[in-house]
């Protein structure tokens, strides 16, 4: 499932994402402005923790409200928990025979995939979602 934050293109394991939703307010969680948390969203009157995923990343966050914004809620180990992308593509297929092996930065990234002329941070849900979680807490 391929998605954009910031400049980065990045993709997550189909089974690791959840929902894919418009975006909703983000209701700010007191004592908690300068880590992963940006807060809590409503989706279907269930409140999800709402990650600052480019925090985590270590990717430079897109200033302004692009129309393209959409709200992805992850399958974590932890439970669900949701996260604003900038732009989503969606669900693709790739040759894992051509993935290279990804930089450090994005940081979490198994692999770069090729896709439409880009690079593709494949993120690997084993290292992301304790990192993602323990920003949280």
Do not use: M
């Amino acid at each position: 499932f391929v998605f954009r934050l910031g400049e980065e293109w990045l993709a997550l394991a189909a089974e690791e994402l959840h929902a894919a939703a418009a975006p909703r307010a983000v209701r700010p969680v007191p004592h908690r402005r300068d880590g992963a948390l940006a807060g809590l969203v409503n989706l279907d009157g269930e409140l999800l923790p709402c990650a600052r995923l480019e925090r985590v990343l270590g990717i430079e966050a897109e200033a302004g409200e692009p129309a393209t914004r959409r709200l992805l809620v992850a399958r974590a180990p932890g439970g669900r928990l949701a996260f604003v992308a900038d732009e989503v593509y969606g669900l693709i297929e790739y040759d894992a025979e051509r993935a290279r092996p990804a930089p450090s930065r994005p940081a979490c990234a198994r692999v770069l995939i090729e896709w439409e002329g880009r690079a593709v941070g494949l993120l690997d849900g084993a290292a992301l979602w304790p990192r993602v979680e323990g920003g949280l807490g």
